[in-house]
């Protein structure tokens, strides 16, 4: 018998509403493991290249790990892929919550999603037994109606449901696909996707919470000295504390803040919109994910121009922080709030939302934009402006409507504005800054899905802090601490390494704040243990750890060949190339174009890619595994 997962993946056609159970091997579990590199291996076997990722012949696949469900922190993730319409190739986005557990615990390893329906339909999935029904009396409505209209017309308050909101169904390239009502799929607009194809919810039921583990006492033993360790680790005590809004402060203070658009590294209001500020103010709660100890999620409850911020739809991020805040030059925190809250009740990417307004504000500053083509004045600032256009866009009413497919997208119609853009193939940069932290302007600019900050660890782990996370980094081959703001070959390793290392969490489902090579609560050699754990396979190794994170990549980056994106995709905007303007640490600083062109030289190389096209080799595939790729 398996141990950790069912050998059972659900294809649906929504075409025709037909359903079937595949029931792979050992093998095809053993090599993908889940995640990413799991969905890959359908989207790149069942979908022909140029389809239109708005169309029916478009393959969304949401797929679990060998490690989902088990007790223990960290493994409740999905992740979600299909071809974007917001990024120049393959979306690829994860999420967190009960729902991941719940799906596992209601039968499946994973759903591969075909077709279009004629009429809004969801799918119900209880104890091993799908069905699609009738979704008209949800289309429209809110993702927090949805979750009480759903728990009423099935009758159980325990159900889990992942939804498009109305912003999926106008088909936002922004649109995420949303959990709890505060859960995101996020980044490359995969909730446009599930819109298309009116596929309003899916929602799970497993009455079971038994998932067989090859070795449950070890794997109680395992989960237990996290949470005896938990306040041996200053960075998860802060993340339970102060949740991600606690860089904030941090950020700042490293002149890594992006202000006004990424003109500065530095907002002198960072106060206002800190996680220390949040948690003394309008914090009502810490929220968690299945099984996880450190509690990392927010809630909040406040008020903003007489509208309630309800704590059902959680509170923001670090990144919603900053892309609604410091990008926008806004330090109400309650303005901040009540736009989180926006995104989730309509389902949208907050990153790409935020950063959308950001350009647009700084598009109206430098006249690019007049307020005769938004209908009102947009200055930087205005928290009031700030959250009105967020209310527009979600609803694609008026000027909101240029804005919905995002920053790139709003330039192209309006045929003006893009020296302002801080996109990479089409995706806003989030929150963390390539002046400062030099290999993530590598790491943004070749990322298969674009600028992207959980693909790869950041540079202060083998810069300043290095000397707190030797023993972690060393056993994945990372021997040397380097120097800030460098960019030489042993950075690029270290990028490529720690992208390896992100990919096969990205595979396994495993939360980068729990699991990973350097801060968190679990260590890559704690990565392996838990899958041996779990699997009963024992021979799992950290060089096979860290394969299964080079195959992902490689089929990410596989798709994008074959619908003819190549290494000129792998580009930077120009504002990373001027420097930053304040009085902080990063003042005068900017992105070097021939060092980041000799960085991706040296990437490419060490990747086992084509220099003149940077994408994989079919000898680089077939070492991998991946032979039956056809490029």
């Known amino acids: 018998m398996p141990f950790g997962y069912h050998r059972r993946i659900l294809h649906i056609n929504l075409t025709d509403g037909s359903t079937l159970e595949e029931r792979p091997g050992d093998d095809f579990y053993r090599k993908y493991l889940g995640g990413s590199a799991m969905g890959m291996y359908y989207i790149l076997n069942g979908m022909a290249p140029g389809v239109d990722p708005l169309g029916p012949d478009n393959i969304l696949t949401l797929m679990l790990s060998v490690l989902t469900g088990a007790p223990i922190s960290g493994q409740s993730r999905l992740t979600a892929n299909a071809k974007s319409p917001l990024v120049d190739g393959i979306g690829d986005s994860q999420s967190g919550g009960f729902f ?274 938004v209908g009102f004045p947009i200055p930087m600032g205005d928290p009031e402006i700030m959250v009105k256009l967020t209310k527009l866009l979600a609803s694609r009413i008026g000027f909101g409507d240029v804005l919905a497919d995002g920053s790139r997208a709003a330039a192209d119609r309006l045929g003006r504005g893009h020296e302002f853009l801080i996109t990479v193939k089409g995706a806003e940069t989030p929150a963390h800054m390539p002046q400062v932290k030099r290999s993530l302007g590598l790491i943004y600019a070749v990322n298969p899905f674009g600028a992207d900050h959980n693909s790869s660890e950041h540079d202060p782990a083998v810069e300043d802090d290095y000397k707190h996370y030797a023993d972690r980094l060393q056993s994945i081959g990372i021997n040397t601490e380097l120097p800030q703001r460098s960019l030489e070959l042993d950075k690029v390793k270290f990028a490529l390494t720690t992208q390896h290392m992100n990919s096969f969490l990205d595979s396994a489902n495993l939360c980068m704040f729990v699991w990973g090579s350097s801060w968190q609560l679990f260590s890559p050699e704690d990565c392996v243990r838990l899958v041996n754990t779990i699997t009963g396979w024992g021979d799992f190794t950290i060089d096979e750890m860290l394969l299964v994170g080079e195959r992902r990549l490689n089929m990410l980056r596989a798709f994008n060949a074959r619908e003819g994106i190549d290494r000129t995709a792998d580009k930077l905007p120009q504002k990373f190339f001027k420097t930053l303007q304040g009085d902080g640490p990063s003042s005068g600083v900017a992105l070097d174009i021939e060092e980041i062109m000799q960085a991706q030289e040296w990437y490419y190389e060490m990747s086992g890619w084509n220099p003149d096209s940077g994408n994989p080799t079919n000898d680089t595939l077939k070492k991998l595994g991946l032979e039956w790729i056809d490029l």
């Open 100 to 373: 991941p557990a719940e799906l596992k615990f209601a039968g499946y390893d994973g759903i591969v999603v075909k077709g279009k329906s004629e009429k809004p339909v969801y799918l119900w999935i209880k104890d091993g037994v799908s069905e699609l029904r009738s979704a008209t009396h949800l289309w429209g409505k809110s993702t927090g109606d949805v979750d009480d209209i759903l728990k009423d017309e099935l009758c159980d308050n325990k159900i889990e449901v992942m939804q498009c909101g109305p912003a999926g169904e106008k088909l936002s390239c922004l649109a995420a696909i949303i959990n709890m009502a505060n859960r995101a799929n996020g980044r490359t607009g995969l909730g446009a996707v599930m819109g298309s194809k009116r596929l309003k919810a899916i929602v799970v039921r497993g009455t079971s919470k038994k998932l067989p583990v090859a070795s449950p006492k070890q794997l109680n033993n395992f989960a237990r000295s996290g949470v005896t360790g938990f306040n041996d680790n200053v960075s998860m005590v802060g993340l339970r504390k102060d949740g991600t809004a606690g860089v904030t402060s941090r950020q700042h203070a490293d002149g890594g803040l992006p202000t006004y658009n990424f003109n500065s590294g530095q907002f002198a209001d960072s106060d206002s919109i800190s996680g220390e500020t949040m948690t003394d103010t309008i914090l009502t709660g810490r929220e968690t994910c299945y099984a996880c100890t450190v509690r990392c999620k927010r809630s909040v409850m406040t008020t903003y121009q007489d509208e309630q911020v309800d704590q059902k739809y959680g509170g923001p991020e670090y990144e919603t922080l900053a892309t609604f805040g410091s990008y926008c030059g806004v330090s109400d925190l309650r303005a901040v709030a009540m736009a989180n809250q926006i995104c989730n009740e309509y389902g949208l990417d907050t990153i790409g939302t935020g950063a959308t307004i950001a350009w647009a504000m700084e598009c109206f500053e430098e006249g690019i934009i007049s307020e005769k083509d």
